[in-house]
Every structure is written in structure tokens, then in C-alpha cells.
T-cell receptor
Framework: DARVTQTPRHKVTEMGQEVTMRCQPI?????VFWYRQTMMQGLELLAY????????DSGMPKDRFSAEMPDATLATLKIQPSEPRDSAVYFC?????????????FGPGTRLTVT | QQQVKQSPQSLIVQKGGISIINCAYE??????FPWYQQFPGKGPALLIAIRPDVSEKKEGRFTISFNKSAKQFSLHIMDSQPGDSATYFC?????????????FGKGTHLIIQP
């Protein structure tokens, strides 16, 4: 049963600290997405990769957020320095685009709390 | 701008009733309209999807109705059950470009009362 995995599931950190979230997409999927979910904003697309190449990161605050995909089995989202307003649930999703653009498989999320 | 507008934000339905969630879109280039279901502590998961050349699609108790001329689509949950309590997101996808993925609505928090 293929699924997207994310680590850590929960992270509590102090303002100013670096946070790294990791994602293992489903093998064979060519596109990986990072989303942030908050009560106020809903699901926001932060960045996505196609065949490991970054295609769009316009949803991310550039000065503190960075996303990479060092290999086909690992995507990372880094926040440095973290701020309380970054507290949210961060989801990674993968899919096969454009063949099945409507179908994304989401991981369980990383719940980030910045104090 | 690619947007999908979803309503209502929250919905309470009695067990056995019909839950209805509505969405509207502007971009006629969208070519697939999925609905995602999210339970607390989980990521969203694809529930059902429809193409714009089809007016209705049914899977079990879940039905999507699609009105291409009005650029609206809706999710109907028949015989709603407490286990259906979740957040539902409508979305639209565009194979040809743009975000190469999904544009999500803001979500509807559905509660089914026993």
C-alpha cells in the first residue's frame, strides 16, 4: 500500500530556530507538492517539484523558507529562522502530472508549533 | 486568477439527512473537478472526481453534480452518517498549465449529528 510519509509528525520549537520537514513521495510519482494548512487560510500551495526540479515556489516566503528535492525519494522544506506565524500543519503530496492532475496523495502532515 | 469558491464554511446535518456542499469556479480551462475528504489529524484524500463533460457522477452515497454553463459543481452526501463528519474540499485541476496541480476551495467542516 503505497503512501506518502512525512517526518516529524509533530514539532515544537522556539522562535528563531531552524525547522526541517521531510517527505518521501510515492515511488513513480513525478510531482511533489508542499502545502500549509491553517484555519484562516485553508490549504496553501507553497512549492512544487516536477521530476525533482523546482517549478514554482511563489507561495513561499523566500527570505525564510526553502524547499529542495535532493533525490527522488526525499523532499525537504526548511524554515530558518522560524516565527510564531509559521505555526501550521505542513503537508507533502505527490502525484502524476499531467496524466492524473486531479489526484494527489497527501502525507499525514507535520504539525509545527513555534513559540 | 484561478479560484474555486466553496460554501458553506461549516454545515451541521442530522444523521440520515442529505449534506450538500457547493463550489463555483471561473477558469474554463479547468478540466477535472475532484473532491477531497479530510479527517482530523490526517491529510486530505481523494473522494470522488468528475470531468466537465459529465453532469453527474455517483459513488455509493456520494454524488457530484456538475453544471458547466453555470460553472458550478456540488457534492451531495445521501443518508449522511456520523462517520462522514470531516472537512471536505472541492478542487479543480488544469492539465494544460498553471499550477500543474490542484486549486482548492477553502473547505467545509461537516458535522453529522447522531
Amino acid at each position: 500500500d503505497a503512501r506518502v510519509t512525512q517526518t516529524p509528525r509533530h514539532k515544537v520549537t522556539e522562535m528563531g530556530q531552524e525547522v526541517t520537514m521531510r517527505c518521501q513521495p510515492i515511488l513513480g510519482h513525478n510531482t511533489v507538492f508542499w502545502y500549509r494548512q491553517t484555519m484562516m487560510q485553508g490549504l496553501e500551495l507553497l512549492a512544487y517539484f516536477r521530476n525533482r526540479a523546482p517549478l514554482d515556489d511563489s507561495g513561499m516566503p523566500k527570505d525564510r523558507f526553502s524547499a529542495e528535492m535532493p533525490d527522488a525519494t526525499l523532499a525537504t522544506l526548511k524554515i530558518q529562522p522560524s516565527e510564531p506565524r509559521d505555526s501550521a500543519v505542513y503537508f507533502c503530496a505527490s502525484g502524476l502530472v499531467p496524466e492524473r492532475s486531479y489526484e494527489q496523495y497527501f502525507g499525514p502532515g507535520t504539525r509545527l508549533t513555534v513559540t | 486568477q484561478q479560484q474555486v469558491k466553496q460554501s458553506p464554511q461549516s454545515l451541521i446535518v442530522q444523521k440520515g439527512g442529505i449534506s450538500i456542499i457547493n463550489c463555483a469556479y471561473e477558469n474554463t480551462a479547468f478540466d477535472y473537478f475532484p473532491w477531497y475528504q479530510q479527517f482530523p489529524g490526517k491529510g486530505p484524500a481523494l473522494l470522488i472526481a468528475i470531468r466537465p463533460d459529465v453532469s453527474e457522477k455517483k459513488e455509493g452515497r456520494f454524488t457530484i453534480s456538475f453544471n458547466k454553463s453555470a460553472k458550478q459543481f456540488s457534492l451531495h452526501i445521501m443518508d449522511s452518517q456520523p462517520g462522514d463528519s470531516a472537512t471536505y474540499f472541492c478542487a479543480a485541476s488544469w492539465r494544460g498549465g498553471g499550477a500543474d496541480g490542484l486549486t482548492f476551495g477553502k473547505g467545509t467542516h461537516l458535522i453529522i449529528q447522531p
